[in-house]
């Protein structure tokens, strides 16, 4: 079970999760659709241990790297027709396979209860992102979801985490980026907020070698990791 934060450390403070590969296992669904969408084409399959790295970039740079993979690689003009015709798929089977972490659900009941307020901050559309989370029963746990298309600039640009920070009256000093790749890092670096790696999500950089502020293997590590960065640095 979770461990309970102290009391006062989380207050206020704004807890902000990368979505795919940190808070939900999703690479079943986003990978089968993709080798569906290859299929279609004639083309061979990604394989899901493969592909598991390359997922947090969004959709469309997903399709090209398969694509490319396969020995196919697309001309510009038809990433467009296919990134609508992969959603399309995608939908159909949102959450299919896809499940939270274990001790997702715990952590973020352990976090609230502390005084803490929770947003989603994915390169992910705000469409699919509050799909997949409401088809899990997770969407209420959060005060905004706020996808790529919702920001002028995604994950690792930092306005995308200011974006979602701004979005619940938080201030970014006192907020946790908790995500699994470098787009998180980055964007959590430059926006000044401190950084929990998950080490067990879809990253082409082990996520040890991103220079976290903590490194946590189990969700049952993220109440104490938040309260360790948020006390240190005060109300």
Request: glycine letters at 10%; charged letters at 20%.
């Amino acid at each position: 079970m979770a461990a309970n934060p102290i009391d006062g450390a989380l207050s206020g403070a704004v807890i902000a999760f990368d979505l795919d590969g940190t808070l939900v296992d999703t690479a079943p669904d986003l990978i089968g659709t993709l080798n569906l969408l290859l299929a279609e084409e004639g083309v061979q399959p990604f394989p899901l241990a493969a592909a598991r790295p390359f997922i947090g970039k969004g959709a469309r740079w997903l399709i090209q790297r398969g694509f490319a993979e396969a020995g196919a690689p697309l001309p510009p003009e038809r990433v467009p027709e296919l990134f609508d015709r992969f959603i399309a798929r995608y939908l159909e089977r949102i959450a299919e396979e896809s499940r939270p972490y274990p001790g997702c659900v715990e952590a973020l009941d352990a976090l609230q209860a502390a005084g803490a307020r929770l947003c989603v901050c994915t390169n992910k559309l705000t469409g699919l992102s509050t799909s997949l989370l409401g088809a899990l029963g997770l969407a209420d746990r959060f005060d905004a979801i706020v996808g790529a298309d919702s920001v002028p600039a995604i994950k690792p640009d930092p306005r995308h985490l200011t974006a979602a920070v701004e979005a619940l009256g938080g201030d970014v000093r006192r907020t946790v980026m908790v995500g699994d790749a470098a787009t998180d890092a980055g964007a959590a670096r430059a926006a000044g907020a401190h950084l929990v790696l998950v080490s067990f999500g879809y990253t082409e950089t082990p996520a040890a070698e991103l220079s976290p502020d903590i490194l946590i293997d189990h969700f049952d590590e993220l109440p104490k990791a938040c309260e360790t960065l948020l006390g240190a640095c005060g109300a």
